[in-house]
C-alpha cells in the first residue's frame, strides 16, 4: 500500500470538476488502488474518498466511518428520501467547510465490489451524506455547489495539538484493524442492506 496525494482545488486539477469514467474490468490493479486509498483515507482522518481526489477518473470512492468499511465501483443512487441541510468538509478543499449542504436524507445506492459483484446499500443520516459526497465527486461536483448561499462556505481553525494527538490516535486505530474478513464484510452489507 502507499499513501497518494489528494488533488486539492488549489492544484487547478480538471479532474476534480470532470464525470469519472466508469469502471468495466476488475483486475489486481483495483485492488491495489483501493489499498492504497484506504490508506490515504487514514493519513487524512476522512471518512470517504473518490479516485478523483488522488487524480483517477474512475468511479470509485471508498468510505470508512468506523461503522461501514467499503469500495464501491460505479455507484448510483437508486432512491432517495427526504431533504436535510448540514455541514460539510473536504479534503479537496483543505481549510474550508460549508454549512446547510442540502442532501438527502435516505439513499440506496447500487454499485459493484472490487470484484465487480453487484451491491447494494441503504444509508440514511451521516452515512447517506458522506456517500452522497463521495458519488457528487465521480460527477465533479465539490459541496460548495450545494450550499444554500455563497455565504455558508467558511474557514476552519487548525487544530490544536490535542485535537492532533486524538485524531492520530483514531488513525491508528482505523489501520490497526484492518481489513475485515468475508464473514465480517457479508454481516456489514447484510446490515446496510435491509
Not at 470508512?64 to 448540514?86: C, Q, R, S, T, Y
Not at 483543505?94 to 444509508?123: C, F, H, L, T
Amino acid at each position: 500500500m502507499a499513501q497518494r496525494k489528494i488533488v486539492t482545488t488549489d492544484d487547478n486539477n480538471p479532474v476534480l470538476r470532470q464525470k469519472a469514467r466508469k469502471v468495466h474490468h476488475f483486475d489486481a490493479s483495483l485492488k491495489r488502488l483501493v489499498d492504497d486509498m484506504f490508506e490515504t483515507l487514514y493519513a487524512n482522518d476522512g471518512a470517504g474518498l473518490a479516485a478523483p481526489q488522488i487524480g483517477q477518473s474512475i468511479r470509485l470512492f471508498v468510505v470508512d466511518d468506523d461503522e461501514h468499511k467499503f469500495a464501491m465501483f460505479n455507484p448510483e443512487i437508486v432512491k432517495a428520501e427526504g431533504a436535510v441541510l448540514g455541514t460539510e468538509a473536504c479534503l479537496s478543499i483543505p481549510g474550508y467547510a460549508g454549512e446547510n449542504v442540502s442532501r438527502a436524507e435516505k439513499i440506496v445506492v447500487k454499485g459493484q465490489d472490487v470484484r465487480g459483484k453487484n451491491m447494494r446499500v441503504n444509508a440514511e443520516g451521516w452515512f447517506a451524506r458522506i456517500l452522497q459526497h463521495e458519488i457528487d465527486h465521480l460527477d465533479g461536483v465539490l459541496f460548495p455547489d450545494r450550499l444554500s448561499t455563497p455565504d455558508d462556505l467558511f474557514r476552519v481553525r487548525e487544530m490544536d495539538e490535542n485535537e492532533a494527538q486524538q485524531a492520530a490516535e483514531r488513525r491508528v486505530q482505523r489501520q490497526q484493524r484492518g481489513p475485515r474478513d468475508a464473514k465480517d464484510v457479508k454481516a456489514t452489507k447484510a446490515a446496510t442492506t435491509r
